[in-house]
């Protein structure tokens, strides 16, 4: 079996993460993509005002029509910070006998410009296929530039026209995924339900019906 490991906070999940997933999948043959939601990330602060059972529900809800999606829930399992080196051993061991090559580790560009930082970058890369999804350079308000200038640099990561380019700054072997791209993200759709902008389809029915329902990010609706 072929698996491919796709960690985030996915706070909330939205069709950008499920369209990447799929790509993934389908493109390069993965057998099974397994979400596996942090507890508590170690690089980035988590809003205390949504839980994190409420971004699991989400999570499940939303990979609930996809047989070749799986949630991995070590990580809330284990409780505090956790890392993706820790993670990637546990997974070793728990699909043991069953694993088609090594793991598949999927990354937007943006957290490839933090690769180095990670606890264990070459284990993790020693263990794993990393996977890097392209994305578009977005702005502190995740709106593209279409006006950059080649040759500009985002978070160690060379931009190339309106995308980022792994190029040589990326020192680890891996795949550059030439994925669809949809410029969503969570902090963008956090933002738009809490300024009650239009946002019910970035994210699945399913997930749009949990947020109202319990009045997340400020969903007013």
């Not at 985030?8 to 979400?35: E, M, T």
Request: aromatic share 10%; charged share 25%.
């Amino acid at each position: 079996m072929r698996i491919a490991i796709y960690g985030g906070s996915f706070n909330p999940i939205h069709i950008g993460h499920l369209s990447l997933a799929d790509d993934v999948a389908l493109s390069l043959g993965y057998d099974k993509i397994l979400f596996v939601p942090t507890f508590i990330p170690p690089h980035k602060q988590l809003s205390a005002s949504v839980s994190p059972m409420s971004r699991m529900a989400m999570l499940e809800a939303a990979v609930a029509d996809n047989s070749r999606f799986e949630i991995e829930t070590c990580e809330f399992q284990r409780g505090g910070i956790s890392y993706t080196i820790d993670t990637v051993k546990f997974l070793m061991k728990k699909y043991k006998g069953k694993l088609d090559g090594k793991f598949g580790l999927i990354l937007g560009q943006e957290i490839a410009a933090e690769f180095e930082k990670w606890k264990d970058p070459d284990g993790v890369a020693a263990l794993c296929d990393i996977i890097i999804a392209k994305r578009r350079i977005l702005g502190d308000r995740r709106a593209v530039d279409h006006n950059a200038p080649r040759g500009d640099y985002v978070g160690g990561i060379q931009s190339s026209g309106n995308f980022m380019d792994v190029g040589d700054s990326f020192k680890w072997s891996h795949i550059l995924l030439d994925n669809f791209i949809l410029p969503i993200s969570s902090s963008e759709v956090r933002a738009r339900i809490a300024s009650g902008k239009g946002w019910r389809y970035l994210v699945p029915l399913a997930v749009y019906e949990y947020i109202v329902a319990n009045r997340l990010y400020g969903c007013k609706q």
